[in-house]
């Protein structure tokens, strides 16, 4: 193996703490020609999903190197830590298998290979089991762009075995779509677990519900093709639909968050008619 010269790093550590760059100190001390990209640090604490969602949409973007990804609430226990080669070796990512990894695994084409990360040699002394991501995570990570190959990290594992990752998939229920709120980004959108193939049948205007209100969405290409007091539905950068306003946080004036259910369908079923409303139900959050 030649090396690698980055490291792409995803974690739930967030930036008030000095856990991000300890890790990329560590990953730096070993392998000084190594640039650490920071993708993300404020995921929900110990939150896998999320971690595994926001993973899974940079896999596409991040260059050939390692991907270095820490949403890890087993710490300590027998959850296995674990490096996984994709794409015919131009990308190893290496964290807990805990399902974090899976999605953006998947994406990137499968995994080709899987090692655990037994070999204590090429760790860190560990004072205590609280933080593999100094530990253990980031000198593996540096050792793999120093060249060291992947069977040296520790035990080959059969990929087939590495622990799923649970992507919720939307389902029919008569002329209905049941979707779930994947995300909701800093502006507020609210990306669904649906494409625009999935909702053509519709037509340009939609019926959406979730908790106890019914409102009507417009298919729309841009933010302000919504309008002002409209709900729209946008197909977003990731090419999925995602409910939105105009200028305004649609998660915090409809009440939607990651993990919701949302129910889609026409608008002509008896369940709603363009303009009809419900009072919207705010959740605290």
């Not at 998947?106 to 037994?118: K, N, S, Y």
């Not at 059969?158 to 209905?176: F, N, Q």
């Not at 409809?254 to 129910?263: I, R």
Request: charged share 20%; with cysteine; net charge negative.
């Amino acid at each position: 193996m030649a090396g690698f010269d980055t490291v792409s790093f995803l974690s739930d550590y967030g930036s008030a703490d000095e856990f991000v760059g300890i890790v990329k100190a560590v990953v730096r001390d070993l392998a000084h020609h190594v640039v650490v990209l920071d993708l993300i640090h404020e995921i929900p604490p110990h939150d896998i999903r999320a971690g595994s969602l926001a993973l899974a949409r940079c896999i596409q973007y991040v260059p050939t190197g390692v991907i270095l990804a820490v949403v890890d609430p087993g710490v300590g226990t027998d959850r296995r830590a674990v490096a996984i080669e994709v794409a015919g070796g131009a990308g190893v990512l290496v964290g807990p298998d805990n399902g974090l990894l899976a999605p953006a695994v998947a994406m990137a084409g499968g995994a080709e290979r899987a090692v655990l990360l037994t070999n204590t040699a090429l760790h860190l002394p560990a004072p205590g089991r609280t933080f593999a991501g100094r530990d253990v995570f980031a000198p593996v990570a540096a050792h793999l762009c120093n060249g060291i190959p992947l069977d040296q990290l520790g035990e080959a594992i059969d990929p087939a075995l590495l622990m799923p990752g649970v992507i919720p998939v939307p389902r029919s229920e008569g002329d209905a779509l049941v979707a779930e709120v994947l995300w909701v980004d800093r502006y507020g959108n609210a990306q669904l677990n649906v494409g625009p193939e999935d909702v053509d049948a519709f037509g340009d205007v939609l019926s959406l519900r979730w908790a106890e209100s019914v409102r009507t969405a417009h298919r729309c290409a841009t933010f302000d093709e919504i309008g002002s007091g409209a709900i729209g539905l946008v197909q977003d950068s990731y090419g999925l639909m995602a409910i939105c306003l105009m200028r305004r946080s649609a998660a915090a004036e409809l009440g939607l968050g990651a993990g919701d259910a949302v129910t889609l369908s026409p608008v002509d079923d008896g369940r709603a008619a363009p303009g009809a409303t419900t009072t919207v139900a705010f959740r605290p959050r």
